[in-house]
């Protein structure tokens, strides 16, 4: 699948937004990615799911691990497109754990899977949770890279797929220029929604 043809993914189902976002990095932009807008359609899911499972397979992982909320489908369409199994973690006192039963093998070969990567933080986070179980992370991978300067490169030292790179801003909050041009911010990530 070209990254033309993700693109149009996005721009069809009205998932790619203007305006003045909070990421759940903390940082601030001018573009949103609404990648749920795209993965409502179940065939829409799939098919990047078997993209995203086609680009993985070399690294033979035993396992689909996502962080919720937002990598939860594409994590199990992925897992599906490799034939494995497809699990998530969650956030626990602001710590990603795994619950619901999911655990990890010793040695078990770990596909890290999400939907967009801005920062790398949450990938990082779930790294470390792989590496405490004893498992190994065998490759990381997103329907969308937006690392700035860091596209394309793998995210400490572990190789990264991903099927679109967009290189937008993304700016720390005090050198945010919409926050000193007083425009409304809104923080559509999950990792704000209120509790």
């Known amino acids: 699948m070209s990254q033309n043809a993700v693109r149009e993914q996005f721009e069809e189902t009205g998932?790619?937004?203007s305006g003045h976002f909070k990421l759940s990095s903390g940082r601030h932009s001018d573009r949103y990615l609404q990648?749920?807008?795209v993965l409502q359609w179940p065939a829409r899911a799939e098919e990047l799911g078997a993209a995203l499972a086609?680009?993985?397979r070399p690294f033979a992982p035993g396992v689909v691990l996502s962080p919720a909320m937002g990598g939860l489908v594409i994590g199990q369409e992925v897992g599906r497109g490799l034939g494995c199994r497809a699990i998530f973690a969650e956030r626990t006192?602001?710590?990603f754990?795994?619950?619901r039963g999911f655990l990890l093998e010793p040695g078990?070969?770990?596909a890290v899977v999400e939907d967009v990567v801005t920062t790398g933080k949450s990938t990082r986070e779930v790294f470390d949770l792989v590496r405490a179980a004893g498992a190994v992370v065998a490759v990381t991978s997103g329907i969308v890279d937006r690392r700035g300067d860091e596209i394309g490169q793998p995210i400490d030292g572990v190789p990264a797929q991903f099927l679109l790179e967009l290189d937008v801003p993304a700016w720390l909050p005090e050198a945010c220029?919409?926050?000193a041009r007083g425009e409304t911010l809104v923080a559509p990530g999950s990792r704000f929604?209120?509790?």
């Open 193 to 195: 929604l209120k509790r």
């Open 35 to 37: 990648c749920a807008m």
């Open 54 to 56: 086609a680009r993985l």
């Open 15 to 17: 998932a790619l937004l």
């Open 177 to 179: 220029p919409l926050c």
């Open 108 to 110: 078990e070969r770990v």
């Open 93 to 95: 006192d602001g710590t």
């Open 97 to 99: 754990a795994l619950r």
